[in-house]
């Protein structure tokens, strides 16, 4: 592996964290950045990328992602705060074509962003430096194709869950190197997205050992494991409402639509944001096309907030929680098929991560971790007050015959 050119690269107009320097003088053919959340991974990674494409002619630069929405919420949106951020890598870059994701440079050099179906597709095309983003999203017969037509170094980045394909295949053989991140290592980070993070200490310690300190967490007790990407809503799916969460500094607002096709479920995400007014949310509906004949169902703890929203002209109910509303609504949700759009990247990711808590000895409790769950919360009113009643009278309705069964049995077994 040749690194005279990370030596020769004119590298200016731009602040790096230490994992910018670890990245950039890495000697590995492969680098693995396995970190917790905001830890700056996808920055450094790609301002390395980017030093790179400034100071060699002629390279190709693949950046790859799970799909292109995931793309666009995270390595893609990082390369343009780095492009924009920096005069220098402005005068290098020739042009930024929009619709086929690539930075094409003066020196002939191109960074390109894509996503794979498998590994066959992965076949085309050949480069000199590949970055895996939040690898755990690819697929290892991706990873595979594409990193044989890597001609130089491979960057790997991901926030470890769980353990997957970069564990059991790659780390620990020589050549490959890990670099272990997490908030504290990433000095460009506000105090109040820092304290968020650790918050998370009191909310599921595991959770914090993945998002917090970088650490490997196991995938057992996801609470919904009965979803689905799908591309996008049927056109005959039935709309049964939109669910809405309230959020404000620290929390984002949450909404999305919901719908019902052949008994299953099909949701799109259409808000997730943090500092929105009432207002601001009455705004962003319409923008996102919502009739205001369309019930919202609403988190009932903000009576306040939904009755603004009514004034507004907004068809909107509080969820009807109540003892146990938390567990009944993900029994409703779980006898259905979720199909989640693609474009639904902040739902995805919170139902990849919506774990039952689990207590000090490491057991599961059977309650949900209260975090990164602004979309799964909408989700679960519309569930409460949209499929609840009939479904949930059905259930009761069988409570009886339960009890009276076990009662049959004792008294024909034990009684006699
Ligand atoms: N070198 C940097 N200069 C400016 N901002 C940075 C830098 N590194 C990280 N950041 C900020 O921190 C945020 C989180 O970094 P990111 O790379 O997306 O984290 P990760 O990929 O580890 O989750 C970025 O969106 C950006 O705002
Ligand atoms: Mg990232």
Redesign the pocket.
């Known amino acids: 592996m040749d690194t005279t050119e990370f030596a020769s690269s004119d590298f200016s107009g ?4 230490i994992l ?1 320097k670890q990245n950039y003088m890495s000697i590995a053919n492969i680098v693995i950045n396995q ?10 990674i790609e ?1 390395v990328l980017f030093s790179l494409a400034c100071a060699n002619e002629k390279l190709v630069i693949t950046v790859v992602g799970q799909d292109i929405p995931n793309l666009k919420a ?1 390595a893609l949106r ?1 390369a343009l ?1 780095i492009y924009y ?1 920096s005069a220098a890598i402005q005068a290098m870059v020739k042009s930024f074509n929009k619709t086929d994701r690539v930075f094409e440079f003066h020196n002939g050099t191109i960074i390109e962003f894509k996503s794979y179906e498998n590994g066959q597709d992965a076949k085309s095309g050949k480069r000199d430096y590949l970055f895996v983003n939040e690898a755990n999203g690819v697929d290892w017969s991706i990873y595979t194709e594409l990193a044989l037509r890597t001609r130089k170094k491979v960057f790997i ?1 991901y ?1 470890p869950n769980a353990a997957f394909w970069v564990h059991d295949n790659l780390i620990g053989k020589p050549g490959v190197q890990l670099i272990i ?1 997490d908030h504290r290592h ?1 000095p ?2 506000p105090q109040q997205v820092r304290d968020k993070i650790e918050d998370l200490r009191g909310v599921d310690i595991e959770r914090w050992r993945v998002y917090a300190r970088g650490l490997t967490g196991k995938i057992a007790g996801l609470v919904l494991s009965n979803w689905h990407v799908c591309e996008y809503v049927p056109e005959d799916a039935k709309l049964l409402a939109a669910g809405l969460d309230f959020g404000f500094s620290n929390d984002e607002t949450g909404c999305i639509l919901v719908y019902k096709q052949n008994g299953e479920l099909w949701i799109d995400e259409v808000l997730y944001e943090t500092g929105l007014t009432n207002p601001d949310i009455s705004k962003r509906l319409t923008a996102a096309t919502i009739s205001k004949s369309t019930e919202i169902v609403a988190d009932s703890a903000e009576p306040k907030s939904i009755e603004e929203l009514k004034r507004l002209g907004w068809y909107i109910t509080g969820a009807k929680k109540g003892a146990d509303s938390v567990k009944n609504s993900i029994d409703i949700l779980r006898r259905y098929r979720l199909n989640v759009t693609r474009q639904s990247v902040n739902l995805r990711n919170e139902l990849a991560s919506y774990k039952w808590k689990t207590d000090r000895s490491g057991k599961t409790i059977n309650e949900p971790v209260d975090s990164s769950n602004h979309l799964i919360d909408p989700l679960r009113y519309v569930a409460l007050n949209k499929l609840g009643a009939n479904k949930l009278n059905k259930t009761k309705s069988w409570l009886p015959q339960v009890n009276a069964s076990v009662y049959d049995f004792a008294k024909m077994h034990l009684l006699n």
């Open positions: 731009l602040e790096g964290s910018f970190g917790g959340t905001s830890s700056g991974k996808t920055y450094a301002q995270g990082d705060n951020s980045d926030n991140s990433n460009f980070l």
